[in-house]
């Protein structure tokens, strides 16, 4: 039961990521999808780890592709 949870947490927090990602955004701008509230600056860390984690699924899936932006860090949007 709580493993059945877990995969549709998961599951659902993809897919609520998939369409925040309209316009290109960074990891740091994909919290609100993720989170169901504010990262404070001690979970900033694990919550970018995570984050990150959630795009580069997306993106190795063929859901979201990903751009190096004038800042050198990494833009995902949808893909198609």
């Known amino acids: 039961m709580r493993l059945r949870q877990l995969i549709d ?3 659902g927090a993809l897919e609520r990521l998939e369409r925040h990602l309209d ?3 960074t ?3 994909c919290f609100a999808p993720l ?11 694990l919550a970018l780890v995570e984050a990150v984690a959630h795009l580069n699924h997306l993106h190795q ?3 979201a592709v990903r ?3 004038e800042s050198g860090a990494w833009e995902f ?4």
């Open 77 to 80: 949007s949808r893909a198609g």
């Open 27 to 29: 990891a740091a701008e």
């Open 35 to 45: 989170f169901k509230r504010e990262i404070g600056p001690q979970e900033y860390g």
């Open 9 to 11: 947490n998961h599951h």
């Open 23 to 25: 316009i290109p955004r």
């Open 67 to 69: 751009r190096l932006n």
């Open 61 to 63: 899936t063929g859901r």
